[in-house]
Nanobody, 120 residues
């Protein structure tokens, strides 16, 4: 059984920074990619950032490019999201997820989420 556990969320003011962490408990695994998603009240969950381990490709949603940085370690099943220049519209529950196979776009493991609240 694999669990992804996020941490690092909190309440900050616009312009502040936060660093989210995600760690796996249970058995270790090697994934094709890991990503951060977020969901605001009344909105659908949206993609934030992804790291594809083979080649180290990084992908970001346009709304966070230049402000957020994803990093991590596949062997240690850890994932981070450095968030700078936070805006009120970044307020959401942030989830980390792991995708085991490149041939399937499905994310196999999800965390429970960590709340990020940005006040103006």
């Amino acid at each position: 059984q694999v669990q992804l556990i996020e941490s690092g969320g909190g309440m900050v003011q616009a312009g502040d920074s936060l660093r989210l962490s995600c760690a796996a408990s249970g058995r270790t695994f090697m994934s094709y990619a890991m990503a951060w998603f977020r969901q605001s009240p009344g909105k659908e969950r949206e993609f934030v950032a992804r790291i594809t381990w083979s080649g180290g490709r990084l992908d970001y949603a346009d709304s966070v490019k230049g402000r957020f940085t994803i990093s991590g370690d596949n062997a240690k099943n850890t994932l981070y999201l450095q968030m700078n220049g936070l805006k009120p519209e970044d307020t959401a529950v942030y989830y980390c997820a792991a995708r085991l196979r490149g041939v399937s776009p499905r994310y196999d493991y999800w965390g429970q989420g960590t709340q990020v609240t940005v006040s103006s």
